[in-house]
Nanobody, 123 residues
Framework: QLQLVESGGGLVQPGGSLRLSCAAS????????IGWFRQAPGKEREGVSC????????NYADPVKGRFTISGDNAKKTVYLQMNSLKPEDTAVYYC????????????????WGKGTLVTVSS
């Protein structure tokens, strides 16, 4: 059974850093692209970043470009999202998700989801 489990969220001050992890089970990372999404209270879920199934391609939403970095460790079956220079507007529940074929910025295109981890950026 394919499962995704996020971890690493927490409370951080503006300008701080966090690293989120997405641990996969039931499949290998070289089979599925993995996307990170976030959902703030009262807002729709939005794409943050994605890494292709073999890690050769990554993409980022404009609000996080230059601050967030996605990476994968196939041996550990884990995808990471390094978040630097965090801002209050980054506050949200962060989810990782898997889908077939290639990366997509749209949540509706993903087949498998974790339960999320909360990131709060506040002083």
């Amino acid at each position: 059974q394919l499962q995704l489990v996020e971890s690493g969220g927490g409370l951080v001050q503006p300008g701080g850093s966090l690293r989120l992890s997405c641990a996969a089970s039931g499949f290998t990372l070289d089979s599925y692209p993995i996307g990170w999404f976030r959902q703030a209270p009262g807002k729709e879920r939005e794409g943050v970043s994605c890494i292709s199934s073999r890690g050769s391609n990554t993409n980022y939403a404009d609000p996080v470009k230059g601050r967030f970095t996605i990476s994968g460790d196939n041996a550990k079956k884990t995808v990471y999202l390094q978040m630097n220079s965090l801002k209050p507007e980054d506050t949200a529940v962060y989810y990782c998700a898997a889908r077939y074929a290639y990366c997509s910025a749209y949540a509706r295109n993903y087949n498998y989801w974790g339960k999320g981890t909360l990131v709060t950026v506040s002083s």
